[in-house]
């Protein structure tokens, strides 16, 4: 079995990379592994591209944040001879927290993660780019494309640049005006977010559908329509824990397979860490899985209440 290592250097601390290769040499044979580092953005994908071309078995380590994740996972749908994992080196890794805290530490241990078990997950497709987790539209999309512009500040971190980008991002305003199709519900007007869950985290620690599988072919969707600063500031909290039944006046739910927004203006959606932009998007269960490999012993679900929702 080859044992492709792709790693994203500039996530996590600078000696982040060092300590993971010294680990790697001392768990595997070196005839059995390839360690490649990237350079930018997109070279994660191209890097595991490459180790799929000779389509044999191949194990696949994602060594970084949740945007390192999402790139060998686009490369390895639908690719029943390779498995994913990631070993988490970034400041985000929120598609792990579904195995809860113990769980994602786990993911550090090589030896666990070289013979452990795997299963086919679904992934969401968001006009053709796939994801393992969340796909969002609307205010949280777009103070999550915004962290970034701040974070290049001096002396600016990464709490700090979500602090800036969303007293930015409200003062633009809360809702933008869409159009939103998901199954039986049919909104058009001022929004705030629309989120469609196939895991269960995104932001840092938002879990906004407890219930959510990526293993159950089921899309958990979240609405929030025209809403005032003063009902978002209430209503956030209960999102942000999963507990969406209590904000029934403001949100609206669905569980299903498919989901439409779109816009006269351009609309901001974030697939696992991935900005996209345009008039519309539609969000949808892929015909694609990928095979995901966790740590043997790990626990695949962690409980679906909302007082794990500070993992």
């Not at 991002?169 to 469609?196: F, N, S, W, Y």
Request: charged share 25%; aromatic share 8%; net charge neutral.
């Amino acid at each position: 079995m080859r044992h492709v290592f792709i790693i994203n250097p500039v996530a996590g601390p600078k000696s982040s990379a060092r300590e993971l290769l010294k680990r790697v040499e001392a768990v595997f044979p070196l005839e059995d592994v390839e360690v490649y580092a990237t350079r930018g953005a997109g070279d994660a994908g191209q890097l595991a591209h490459r180790a799929l071309e000779p389509g044999e078995p191949v194990r696949l380590y994602a060594c970084g944040g949740d945007g390192t994740l999402n790139e060998v996972v686009n490369a390895a749908a639908g690719k029943d001879w390779a498995a994913v994992t990631n070993v988490p080196m970034g400041t985000g890794n929120d598609f792990l927290r579904i195995f809860g805290r113990e769980g994602k530490n786990r993911f550090t241990d090589l030896a666990a993660l070289r013979d452990g078990p795997q299963s086919a997950m679904d992934l969401v497709d968001c006009n053709g780019v796939l994801g393992l987790d969340v796909v969002c539209v609307g205010v949280d999309a777009r103070v999550a494309a915004d962290v970034h512009r701040f974070k290049r500040l001096p002396l600016i971190g990464k709490k700090m640049a979500y602090i800036l980008s969303l007293i930015a991002t409200v003062r633009k305003g809360i809702t933008q005006p869409m159009r939103v199709d998901m199954g039986p519900i049919h909104h058009e007007g001022p929004t705030a977010l629309v989120c469609v869950c196939n895991g269960q985290y995104y932001g840092g620690g938002f879990r906004p559908v407890p219930e959510a599988r990526p293993d159950d072919q089921v899309l958990d969707a979240l609405l929030v329509g025209d809403v005032s600063f003063f009902q978002f500031i209430r209503c956030v909290g209960k999102y942000a824990s999963g507990r969406y039944k209590e904000c029934s006046d403001l949100v609206r739910d669905w569980h299903g397979g498919e989901v439409s927004v779109s816009a006269q203006e351009e609309l901001v959606a974030v697939v696992d860490g991935e900005v996209l932009r345009g008039h519309s998007f539609t969000i949808r269960l892929s015909e694609r899985k990928v095979n995901f490999f966790h740590p043997a012993g790990v626990e695949l679900w962690v409980e679906k209440t909302a007082s794990a929702a500070a993992i």
